[in-house]
């Protein structure tokens, strides 16, 4: 099998998975039904990932690389401070409303029983998110003369509290009421008394 197979046939479990993540929520993915919905046998599976943890992990890696990529676009594309949150935070919502599947995975929901690295992958995936919140926030007091009300941590942490309880709303309804509904109308109201302007110093 050429390198190009190798990587087609990985791409096929990886988007079989995720497809039957989204349309068996709350079923326990088994590799014989992967095997099944894949077309081959469980060996061949076995070939291209060792064990069910590295499929999954395969899936969390392409959150990853996705969303840091396009993360790092916007950072590029705006210095405004504001613009460049809203911008992260829709991302995180439409990325997740597109992959419903891989949704139930950062929710945790598809990693009932498996192994605690997958859990902490997760959650090292949003910590980043919020960390490079933080890094836009502290840097808008020096671009842009703006602090937000709340210190750092709580202010990042409030951002990803609104969008994580979108998506958990998203994966509880079974992908019906979806992340990005009414986004538009709250995220004004979220921010408009979120950063502050700090009156200049008297010498």
Not at 13 to 35: C, D, V, Y
Not at 105 to 110: E, F, K, N, Q, R
Not at 176 to 198: C, G, I, S
């Amino acid at each position: 099998m050429t390198n190009a197979n190798k990587v087609s046939r990985r791409q096929q479990i990886l988007e079989s998975l995720a497809h039957m993540l989204e349309t068996n929520p709350g079923a326990r993915i088994t590799t014989a039904a992967l095997a099944r919905e894949v077309g081959v046998s469980e060996a061949a599976l076995y070939r291209h990932f060792p064990s069910k943890s590295k499929m999954f992990e395969g899936l969390i890696e392409f959150v990853e690389e996705t969303l840091f990529s396009r993360i790092g676009l916007v950072l590029s594309d705006t210095d405004v401070a504001r613009e460049r949150c809203e911008k992260i935070l829709l991302l995180l919502l439409t990325f997740c409303e597109r992959n419903p599947g891989i949704t139930r995975i950062l929710t945790g929901h598809a990693l009932t029983g498996e192994t605690e690295r997958l859990h902490a992958r997760v959650q090292q995936l949003f910590e980043r998110i919020e960390t490079q919140l933080k890094q836009i926030l502290r840097e808008a007091e020096i671009r842009e003369g703006l602090r937000p009300q709340l210190p750092l941590s709580a202010a990042a942490c409030l951002l990803m509290a609104a969008v994580e309880g979108r998506i958990a709303q998203f994966v509880r309804s079974e992908f019906k009421r979806k992340p990005t509904e009414f986004w538009a109308e709250q995220w004004p109201l979220l921010v408009r008394d979120f950063f502050y302007q700090p009156m200049a110093q008297v010498n």
